[in-house]
């Protein structure tokens, strides 16, 4: 077996136990800091993807062709490198609201990742459950660690009993898939799958797989636990499920829908635009009555799977493209809105939007910031958000031709967008146009937590002024899955 191209992922988990190690010998007063070297740590295991001898840059399949490295799993493993480093930080802004135990929270956060990393190269069923297993179970516990609270115990029972729900669904269908083909890998399985085009038992059991993957992007009608864990989980947490969790979603999703079952796919069209028109009128229309931030986004979570799912049911190479390049504005864009959330309400008994109310006499960068995160959400130019949905939505036309429902699937999404003014902007009318302004005192930032501010805004205003080499990068990745075209 060639260990050589899982260096990143063993560096990874090795990295997440130094730092439970580390929590035995390190003072009380120092574990905070184990949050920004564990960050710092992952920040230069980013670079190194990019400038070393990473095993991101080979191509190659090892443990008997399960984990396989190419471009499309080393665009999702930086992905996840860098939204983990962020996270980390913000964790740390967050840690004086946990009560103990803030080194495993970093590690936990850092194990999640490595659960990511596994599922960007999952080749296999059984590469696929144990990767999505181990990002799920450390999501259990990264969910219920403010245990103190009881919206946040809320959340982990929920969290546990439909994902472990879902989890059932897909080994189910893993099953009856195995049962009737008699195959795990991804490559061996599309080489038969048109074969069983009509078998039911097939049928079913992918169908079941999509349940579980459904789950994890929060598709409809598989989101009910969104907004519950969103609000009641930390909010590094429910960064981090909101990012990496929903892009490790779609790229087991992207994997087994045109690298295992290919022929299936190509006529399951109708699927996937009923199924991603549902998601975005969901989202959109329940995210309106929302005073909770984190509720609301865990809302408009659900809206921007449907919008990725435009990609995914448009069945081309253009169109899994966009879905990279959202995936890579959504980071940032997130991203920020959850700083400013850990950052601006950490001492509030609540994440009320009314809470927000002064925030630009308060901190003017942070202000700004939430400010340019719900209009890069909205899909407002010139941002990453403008330029993602655009995108998806020209890969979604250009089908129309050929199946009229895609015309009513783009109709709907910009019916989407224009939903979704509404409270984005309520966010923004808050922020400046609050006529209860209260006298609070200035906000204070640590250096790091300002460098990740940094860091979302120039993600967000590059990727929608210069978006052609993060499409690149994009397109090549997808290539790379040998995806269909119609």
């Keep these: 077996?060639?260990?050589?191209?899982?260096?990143?992922?063993?560096?990874?988990?090795?990295?997440?136990?130094?730092?439970?190690?580390?929590?035995?010998?390190?003072?009380?007063?120092?574990?905070?800091?184990?949050?920004?070297?564990?960050?710092?740590?992952?920040?230069?295991?980013?670079?190194?993807?990019?400038?070393?001898?990473?095993?991101?840059?080979?191509?190659?399949?090892?443990?008997?062709?399960?984990?396989?490295?190419?471009?499309?799993?080393?665009?999702?493993?930086?992905?996840?490198?860098?939204?983990?480093?962020?996270?980390?930080?913000?964790?740390?802004?967050?840690?004086?609201?946990?009560?103990?135990?803030?080194?495993?929270?970093?590690?936990?956060?850092?194990?999640?990742?490595?659960?990511?990393?596994?599922?960007?190269?999952?080749?296999?069923?059984?590469?696929?459950?144990?990767?999505?297993?181990?990002?799920?179970i450390t999501f259990y516990v990264l969910t219920i660690f403010t245990r103190g609270k009881v919206t946040s115990l809320e959340a982990g029972v929920k969290y546990l009993i439909l994902g472990a729900l879902s989890s059932a669904f897909m080994i189910y269908g893993i099953a009856l898939v195995w049962g009737t083909t008699g195959k795990f890998n991804f490559n061996e399985l599309a080489a038969v799958s048109s074969q069983f085009a009509e078998n039911k038992l097939f049928l079913f059991g992918v169908l079941f797989i999509l349940v579980g993957l459904g789950f994890k992007i929060a598709a409809f009608p598989f989101q009910m636990w969104t907004p519950d864990v969103y609000q009641g989980a930390p909010t590094p947490t429910a960064a981090f499920l909101a990012v990496g969790s929903k892009a490790a979603g779609f790229v087991l999703l992207l994997r087994f829908l045109f690298v295992a079952i290919p022929s299936v796919t190509a006529h399951w069209d109708k699927l996937l635009i009923i199924v991603?028109?549902?998601?975005?009128?969901?989202?959109?229309?329940?995210?309106?009555?929302?005073?909770?931030?984190?509720?609301?986004?865990?809302?408009?979570?659900?809206?921007?799977?449907?919008?990725?799912?435009?990609?995914?049911?448009?069945?081309?190479?253009?169109?899994?493209?966009?879905?990279?390049?959202?995936?890579?504005?959504?980071?940032?864009?997130?991203?920020?809105?959850?700083?400013?959330?850990?950052?601006?309400?950490?001492?509030?008994?609540?994440?009320?939007?009314?809470g927000l109310a002064g925030l630009h006499q308060r901190s003017p960068l942070l202000a700004a910031t939430l400010t340019i995160a719900m209009v890069s959400l909205a899909g407002i130019p010139p941002l990453a958000g403008f330029f993602g949905k655009f995108l998806l939505l020209k890969a979604v036309i250009e089908q129309g031709a050929t199946n009229h429902g895609y015309y009513c699937l783009a109709f709907t999404a910009l019916v989407g967008v224009v939903i979704s003014l509404y409270y984005y902007f309520g966010v923004v009318r808050a922020i400046y146009f609050s006529k209860e302004t209260p006298d609070a005192p200035p906000i204070t930032m640590s250096l790091p937590a300002k460098l990740v501010i940094v860091i979302c805004l120039a993600g967000m205003f590059y990727l929608g002024l210069f978006p052609s080499k993060m499409l690149n990068l994009a397109s090549e990745a997808t290539f790379a899955l040998g995806l269909i075209a119609r």
Excluded at 107 to 129: E, K, P, V
């Design 1 to 136: 077996m060639n260990l050589s191209l899982m260096s990143l992922e063993i560096s990874v988990v090795v990295l997440g136990i130094v730092v439970l190690l580390a929590d035995l010998w390190m003072p009380a007063e120092r574990k905070r800091m184990l949050g920004y070297a564990a960050a710092a740590a992952l920040g230069l295991l980013f670079v190194n993807t990019f400038v070393g001898q990473c095993s991101c840059n080979s191509d190659g399949t090892t443990a008997g062709g399960m984990f396989i490295q190419d471009a499309f799993s080393g665009f999702f493993k930086r992905f996840f490198l860098l939204a983990a480093a962020l996270v980390l930080v913000l964790a740390v802004e967050f840690s004086d609201r946990i009560a103990a135990g803030v080194s495993e929270y970093y590690s936990l956060i850092i194990f999640a990742l490595a659960g990511m990393l596994f599922a960007a190269s999952a080749n296999d069923f059984t590469m696929l459950f144990v990767s999505i297993e181990l990002i799920t």
């Design 276 to 354: 991603s028109a549902i998601t975005i009128l969901y989202g959109n229309l329940c995210a309106i009555p929302q005073r909770n931030l984190k509720r609301l986004l865990g809302y408009s979570s659900i809206a921007h799977a449907g919008y990725l799912l435009l990609g995914v049911a448009a069945l081309t190479g253009a169109g899994q493209a966009a879905v990279l390049y959202y995936l890579g504005g959504y980071l940032f864009t997130t991203l920020a809105a959850f700083a400013v959330i850990a950052i601006a309400m950490r001492h509030l008994d609540s994440e009320d939007i009314g």
